[in-house]
């Protein structure tokens, strides 16, 4: 299948500072990405949607302001968190697929701690 | 909004046993079907892809199918190996995927 890049995989911030997480599709062009949380033991929570070149679609409950999504080519998305804070700290996944019936790909995964 | 909703939330098999995961889903009108498999704090693995006018998809070992008049989705793993491990989710809809909270899958040697 076609390959979702996404780095860092791991990275612990302090409080109040912001991280940035890439989100590449390495072998196709990604017409829309979509970036999800996860809690330990629960499920994927979508929190934003990105077409290339315009702005994100949030989810109800997620602050855009904190949660900065760039999609600024078909093969590179970006999730910025910003103001980092202890509850912010969870598992953040990237999800892309070209046409509206094709199959989606996901990266590896970022675990955020923030200390 | 789909609800998707999956059951066992954890099984445990002994080597060579077929493996049955069932997944149920509220809208009918579900676009596409995907069955997933997670790694301990890894991403997501797509396993199998059942498209709006498909009922069925076969790849290796693995098998998924799809009813959308029951709404069930239903993944068929054979002759289970202990890499087989995994947590499997499966999500449906049209461009946004909705995620039923997995299937903790444990294979003993």
């Known amino acids: 299948g076609a390959v979702v890049s996404q780095h860092p995989s791991r990275v612990i911030c302090k409080s109040g500072t912001s991280v940035k997480i890439e989100c590449r599709s390495l072998?196709?062009?990604?017409?829309?990405m979509f970036w999800y949380r996860q809690f330990p033991k629960q499920s994927l929570m979508l929190m934003a949607t990105s077409n290339e070149g315009s702005k994100a679609t949030y989810e109800q409950g997620v602050e855009k302001d904190k949660f900065l999504i760039n999609h600024a080519s078909l093969t590179l998305s970006t999730l910025t968190v910003t103001s980092a804070h202890p509850e912010d700290s969870s598992f953040y996944i990237c999800s892309a697929r070209g046409a509206m019936n094709t199959e989606a790909f996901f990266g590896q995964g970022t675990r955020l701690t923030v200390v | 909004k789909q609800e998707v909703t999956q059951i066992p939330a954890a099984l445990s098999v002994p080597e060579g046993e077929n493996l049955v995961l069932n997944c149920s889903f509220t809208d009918s009108a579900i676009y596409n079907l995907q069955w997933f498999r997670q790694d301990p704090g890894k991403g997501l693995t797509s396993l199998l892809l059942?498209?709006?006018?498909?009922r069925e998809q076969t790849s290796g070992r693995l098998n998924a199918s799809l009813d959308k008049s029951s709404g069930r989705s239903t993944l068929y793993i054979a002759a289970s190996q202990p890499g087989d491990s995994a947590t499997y989710l499966c999500?449906?809809?049209?461009?946004?995927?909705?995620f039923g909270a997995g299937t903790t899958v444990t294979v003993r040697a």
């Open positions: 999500a449906g809809g049209d461009y946004k995927l909705s």
């Open positions: 059942i498209q709006s006018s498909q």
């Open positions: 072998d196709f062009q990604a017409t829309t």
